[in-house]
């Protein structure tokens, strides 16, 4: 008789202990894999998102806030800053160059963020169709936003979905962005003068060098298309609506993001560096443009450490070192994840003693049979490996369905929770899985070694002269 | 000569079962050790197959002696020499009539497994658990189980012990027929003195 039937029909007579050891290698096996594709996902997104950002710039508050906020845009902002105090730093010698980011508003949970072109070309991105924005209150879109070219819509106060929207300007989208597997694949991305204009803010200078340090010819094409930016009449208009902002202000100003400011009209165009802008510091009041954050390149690893020594003595902002704060943060999370990763390993534990306990308990009952098979001329080397088998075939099961269980789960988790769903992410053959599942199935293996060790020196003949 | 026992002796412990055994077995003989309950009948039969080791005298199976072979090339032999009827008859309660009979070693030259299972009126029941069986159809499937792979030897240890004279009648018939059929060599071991009158050849222990 075939081995593989025999081993199919005894566990068969057992199906509800070997279905418990399956359940159990199959949970265990299931958050193992779970644990180990949203770490896998996790620092994939991190490194990805914040790759060559050494510091972002922005107000006073948690430093940790602060770099979710603006480079993983996944937390509320501390607050915003002023741009006059910002524009201090940014000309600083260590800096290599600077991407400024206005937030305030979203579209169906997709944050609205103004930026430099910058912006894109520093995560890659590159344009599916369309163009970048010429002019305010164009946008290009994310991958994962569900905006057509063309298509306008209204912004909604707030970071997050449910706020009120913005009445009285729209946006439209000039552009849509190829998918990049970055943050910016599900934000709306547009100047940010469009930002600044919409909560009441004058805009910035659109001469202003330190906005984009980074290649000086993109800087000067950006300039050129800032210059046709119909920037006064946006903020005249802008000014008529003044009122329609009252409730919005309110609420974002409970945010810390832009709320409408009493128009000024200090032209910013005029002011100078350095000194000059601290002599009129005075003149930087509530319709002074304010930016969210700047996120700095700088020109070496030295500087990472000295800029936000300077920045956070000297200034009124705060510099937050991503590497740090990432880091701070993966430890946070990862006894959350060690948690998991020893609840799992308990799990396959569990199962390897069940399938230990299932073999060796029901092998007293079986010694009978095993005892026929040796009579019949089974090897002792045959029955070992029948009872080896019988462990594998538990332990392949547990596992097949484990991975059965946690890829749906993974994907189910990955389709409901809409942050996962905007990321995109799939199931991932790490070397940590294909690890675990060896692990799991040495587990396994040695689980059945002693029954079968023990099966296989059967003394044949007392065991058959038994209760005779 | 097909077996040829030599001085055997066995103990288990101090206690010695057989002592000085000395008998020779040829090739379609049919033998029964008789004896007494606990007097090494089962032991012999063990010995006889290769089950069991001894110290003292030999056991020539065709010209191998038993205790000289390894478990493995025992293990062999027993697969492809000899057939057994056990006491409990040990059939595996999770496997059907026809798997059950398939666990011997059934090679090319075996009898077909089907006109097998025919001859001894297990047709109907070829898919049944063995709990379904009744006491004479489960000894009909262990005489099938151990005469399929056509032995050269069939060992059946107290095949009666358990049956009324009319079933133990049946079985008796039925394992003398498959002997003659194939030539093969028969040695039983009772204690039961209905199926004496049967056999020519007798070893009695005490």
Redesign the interface.
Known sequence: ?NDI??IY??L??RWLNCSLSIFLTAFGVAIALLVNQFEHTFSKRLSKDGSGIDLVIGAKGSPLQLILSTIYHVDIPPGNIPFHEAKKIINHPQIEYVIPLALGDNWKGHRIVGTSLNYLEHYNAKLEEGSVWKNDFEVVVGSSVNLNLNQEFEGAHGLFEGGDFHGDKKYKVVGKIKQTGSVIDRLVITSVDSVLSIHGLDSLNKNDSHLNPIKKSDREEDNKSHHKHPKNKDNHEHHQNGKSHSKHSEEINQHNHFGDKKKNNVNLEDDDHGEHAEEHAHEHTKNSPEITAFLVTTKSPIANINLPRFVNKETSLQAANPAVEITRLTSMLGMGSKSFATLSIILILMAALSIFAGLAANLENRM??L???????????RVFKIIIFEGITIIILGLILGLLFGITIFEIINNVIKPLNTIQESFDLTNDLIFIIGIVFITGIAAALFPAIKASQIS??NQ??R?? | MHFKIENLKFKYGSQIVFDNQSFTINRGQKLLIHGPSGCGKTTLINLMSGLLQSQFGKIIFESEDLFELSENQLDKLRAKNFGFVFQRLYLINYLNVEQNIQLANISSNSCDMNSLIEELGLLDKRKSKIRELSVGEAQRVAIARAIVSKPKVIFADEPTSALDDNNSEKVMKLLFAQAEKNNTTLIVSSHDSRIKKKFSNFLELD
């Open positions: 008789m039937i025999f029909y005894s068969k007579s009978g049979d005892a026929t098979l040796r009579a019949l001329g089974y090897t002792k080397k044949v003949a058959l002269s209760n005779i």
